[in-house]
């Protein structure tokens, strides 16, 4: 599974827009914006940790870079169309298998206005366009109800739950949403 035969397409370069926001390839140029923003309260339900030190933040965008060029992830920055400031990440990873698989966080200041179902909307409808897939996943911990709303809203069903662990130590309690 991949990028569709019939589909050209650069993932370092790609703009997708919203109503109210740009999902664009993730670039270096966002380091100090997600250094600051990917906070222990925002990472909370996550796997990953927030950096402690910048040059995390540069590894982890050039990986991200890297896997866009190489067709694996698709990995973008939120910001907002009005003002161009920077909303948080969102992604649709492991593109190159049947089941990609969706990742997304906002900035604190960016909850509870709509925005990470926007983001999420969107990538589904490039990978409608785009992918050849079978199906999405959508990871979520079951005490993140927002998160939980946005694969719901996409007609997601549970498949399956399990434990595991945040970066931060905590344990996360995953329930794992299908999008067909």
């Known amino acids: 599974?991949?990028?569709?035969?019939?589909v050209a397409i650069n993932l370092t370069n790609l703009v997708l827009e919203t109503e109210r926001m740009h999902l664009k390839s993730i670039q270096l140029s966002y380091v100090d914006d997600i250094f600051r923003e990917f906070t222990p309260?925002?990472?909370?339900?996550?796997?990953?940790?927030?950096?402690?030190?910048?040059?995390e933040t540069e590894a982890f965008i050039l990986s991200s870079i890297q896997e866009n060029r190489d067709q694996t992830s698709l990995?973008?920055?939120?910001?907002?169309?009005?003002?161009?400031?920077?909303?948080?990440?969102?992604?649709?990873?492991?593109?190159?298998?049947?089941?990609?698989?969706?990742?997304?966080?906002l900035r604190r200041s960016a909850h509870g206005f709509g925005l990470g179902r926007e983001a999420i909307h969107a990538l589904k409808h490039w990978a409608d366009e785009t992918l050849d897939y079978d199906r999405l996943i959508y990871p979520a911990d079951e005490r993140n109800l927002p998160s939980r709303k946005i694969p719901e809203s996409?007609?997601?069903?549970?498949?399956?739950?399990?434990?595991?662990?945040s970066g931060l130590g905590m344990a996360l309690h995953i329930v794992e949403y299908v999008i067909d």
Request: hydrophobic share 40%; charged share 20%; glycine share 10%.
């Open 41 to 55: 309260e925002v990472a909370r339900y996550m796997y990953p940790r927030p950096a402690t030190v910048r040059t």
């Open 1 to 6: 599974m991949s990028v569709r035969a019939d």
């Open 154 to 165: 996409l007609g997601g069903k549970i498949a399956r739950r399990y434990g595991s662990q």
């Open 75 to 105: 990995t973008v920055v939120l910001t907002n169309k009005a003002t161009g400031a920077f909303l948080g990440c969102a992604g649709l990873h492991k593109i190159d298998t049947p089941e990609p698989e969706f990742g997304i966080w």
